[in-house]
């Protein structure tokens, strides 16, 4: 069954670090996302993508975010400058399209000392 | 704001029972609906979609919705303990931005 890869599964960086969150979608889904979980707490979202740019973007997303789709199977989050309210387990997402659900990846845990 | 609510439980069944997980959403824009399942410190599973009034059963779940009383459940049947995990209600309104809004989920513990 078709899967969605992240690496890394855990980054621990430093506070002020950049870290960049790595993800390939499945081969033939057209629309990518992010999300984080901070330890018990919801699922939120962070970004969706499509035909190559950010088609919705959440409050948590600002500055300090970036997402790129550096070549045709590639996903990125960059998070420059991180704080330690970053830690948390982020994940990527793809779809078909927005009345499917979605598949997520297996997450990377993001530790930020 | 779209609001997707849930109990955090947790919710204990004993095996063989049935667990029922409700869900109640505050966008009558919505459209489609989703339950996954998550166990601890994995990623959310797809487990079921729905998208129109009524019922749709796939093996020993079933979803039900009610889009007037903006109300979604999960019916788990003969529950095993490796049921046992949290189970998150997902809602999107794709005219409204395309993305899933998560509930807090619910923890379900089926005990032997």
């Known amino acids: 069954e078709p899967e969605v890869t992240q690496t890394p599964s855990h980054q621990v960086t430093q506070m002020g670090q950049e870290v960049i969150l790595r993800c390939v979608p499945i081969s033939n889904h057209l629309y990518f996302y992010w999300y984080r979980q901070i330890l018990g707490q919801k699922v939120e979202f962070l970004v969706s993508?499509?035909?190559?740019?950010?088609?919705?973007k959440s409050e948590i997303f600002d500055d300090q975010f970036s997402v790129e789709r550096p070549d045709g199977s590639n996903f990125t989050l960059k998070i420059r400058s991180t704080k330690l309210e970053d830690s948390a387990m982020y994940f990527c997402a793809s779809s078909e399209g927005p009345a499917y659900g979605y598949t997520f990846g297996s997450g990377t845990r993001l530790t930020v000392v | 704001q779209k609001e997707v609510e849930q109990n955090s439980g947790p919710l204990s069944v004993p095996e063989g029972a049935i667990a029922s997980l409700n869900c109640t959403y505050s966008?009558?824009?919505?459209?489609?609906f989703f339950w996954y399942r998550q166990y601890s410190g994995k990623s959310p599973e797809l487990i079921m979609s729905?998208?129109?009034?009524g019922d749709k059963e796939d093996g020993r779940f079933t979803a039900q919705l009610n889009k007037a009383s903006q109300y979604v459940s999960l019916l788990i049947r003969d529950s095993q303990p490796s049921d046992s995990a949290t189970y998150l209600c997902a809602v999107n309104t794709y005219n409204a931005g395309n993305m899933l809004t998560f509930g807090g989920g619910t923890r379900l513990m089926v005990k032997p």
């Open positions: 966008d009558r824009g919505s459209q489609s």
């Open positions: 729905i998208y129109s009034n």
């Open positions: 993508f499509y035909n190559n740019e950010i088609s919705e």
